[in-house]
């Protein structure tokens, strides 16, 4: 694919690395290409951030046609930019996609587009202790249509944004408040896909927690409402007698690459990990008994996020006495220094850019 560059007379200050928060400063290009029809793709180019002129009747802002991703890029001692596993975001991008009826990017342009992204935005990449560069491809409807159907017009868009740790807490022990009235996803849904509209419909959850005083939701089935699902926007283990429980990509539950990871290192390390339907109630029961050891939410934005109290109706359980426990931490340790390409990566997830 050619990307035009398009150069930006106007270079932004750069914000203090160590208070950068998550999300707020956004970099100084960006990527956008567009697809309709007749033509497929065209018109590639990186060029100055801006604001996007939208026609009001374009069809993401009335049935929700949007997908996007999340990954980062980090600068490695030696300075180097590095990746991680960025052919994975590609290919769950491409299966939103199709799941959403909407044009697929190519994958190999999806990770060049990334790729000439960063190499344009280097100097955005934070290098302050927990920080990286958060990149964010997204896609939505442009076709200015009410009707509805499969839209006939898309933009792809890439930004950056240089990012410190997700939660305020840092990696610390979050409190969760276990959701039994609102569910995230059922089967043949779009649970596994990375859209807008899942997003959307777990704000009240996640607004009625933390006036609860809880960071985040734990997610139950959509159906039963009795099997552990999610943690907020993240993916969920439990370390219960020495052993791992996550739940199975069964179409509800997001494919992460983090959840990957951590499953592919757990297994190295000679940990047994079920991928199963785990009952909340066996979950407060190992909790009242003292068998649940750790439990962790795991994906991009948060890489790790220890948990430390969980409310079920009322129910409490602490968790390790409310400290990151040490596998949660040996974990987070391992893979944001391989992701930071300051420990061995015997995987080969990182990719030099
Ligand atoms: C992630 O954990 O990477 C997420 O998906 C969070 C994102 C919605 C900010």
């Known amino acids: 694919m050619d990307i035009k560059f398009i150069k930006s007379e106007n270079l932004?200050?750069?914000?203090?690395?160590?208070?950068?928060?998550?999300?707020?400063?956004?970099?100084?290009?960006?990527?956008?290409c567009e697809w309709d029809?007749?033509?497929?793709?065209?018109?590639?180019?990186?060029?100055?951030?801006?604001?996007?002129?939208?026609?009001?009747?374009?069809?993401?802002?009335?049935?929700?046609?949007?997908?996007?991703?999340?990954?980062k890029a980090y600068k490695s001692p030696k300075n180097e930019i590095?990746?991680?596993?960025?052919?994975?975001?590609?290919?769950?991008?491409a299966n939103s996609n199709e799941r959403l009826c909407m044009a697929i990017f190519p994958e190999a342009d999806f990770v060049q587009a990334v790729e000439e992204l960063v190499k344009v935005e280097a100097d955005w990449i934070p290098t302050a202790e927990g920080t990286s560069l958060y990149i964010r491809p997204f896609m939505f409807a442009t076709e200015a249509s009410v009707g509805v159907h499969p839209s006939k017009k898309y933009t792809f868009v890439i930004v950056c944004s240089p990012v410190g740790a997700y939660y305020p807490e840092g990696v610390n022990p979050v409190k969760i408040y276990v959701e039994e009235e609102y569910v995230r996803a059922v089967r043949g849904g779009t649970g596994f896909t990375k859209c807008g509209g899942n997003y959307a419909g777990s704000v009240a959850a996640q607004a009625k927690a933390e006036k609860l005083g809880y960071t985040q939701v734990l997610w139950l089935d959509g159906v039963e409402r009795k099997y552990v699902e999610e943690v907020g926007t993240m993916n969920v283990m439990f370390k219960i007698n020495n052993e791992i429980y996550t739940a199975p990509i069964e179409g509800t539950v997001l494919p992460g690459v983090t959840r990957d990871s951590i499953i592919a290192l757990l297994k190295s390390w000679g940990y047994t990990v079920h991928e199963t339907h785990l009952a909340i109630d066996d979950l407060m029961a190992a909790g009242d008994k003292g068998e649940l050891e750790e439990a962790f939410g795991t994906g991009t934005a948060a890489v790790i996020s220890p948990i430390g109290e969980l409310n079920y109706r009322g129910h409490i359980v602490t968790i390790?006495?409310?400290?990151?426990?040490?596998?949660?931490?040996?974990?987070?340790?391992?893979?944001?220094?391989?992701?930071?390409g300051k420990v061995e990566d015997p995987f080969n997830w990182v990719r030099v850019v």
Not at 38 to 51: F, K, L, M, S
Not at 82 to 93: K, Q
Not at 320 to 340: A, H, M, P, S, V
């Open 320 to 340: 390790n006495d409310f400290k990151t426990g040490e596998l949660t931490q040996k974990l987070y340790d391992t893979l944001t220094g391989i992701q930071w």
């Open 12 to 32: 932004k200050t750069k914000p203090d690395q160590n208070a950068l928060g998550f999300g707020k400063y956004f970099s100084d290009y960006m990527f956008v």
């Open 37 to 71: 029809e007749g033509q497929g793709w065209h018109d590639a180019r990186i060029q100055p951030y801006a604001p996007i002129m939208l026609n009001p009747a374009s069809m993401v802002l009335h049935y929700a046609q949007e997908t996007f991703e999340g990954m």
């Open 82 to 93: 590095l990746l991680f596993r960025p052919e994975m975001n590609a290919r769950r991008m």
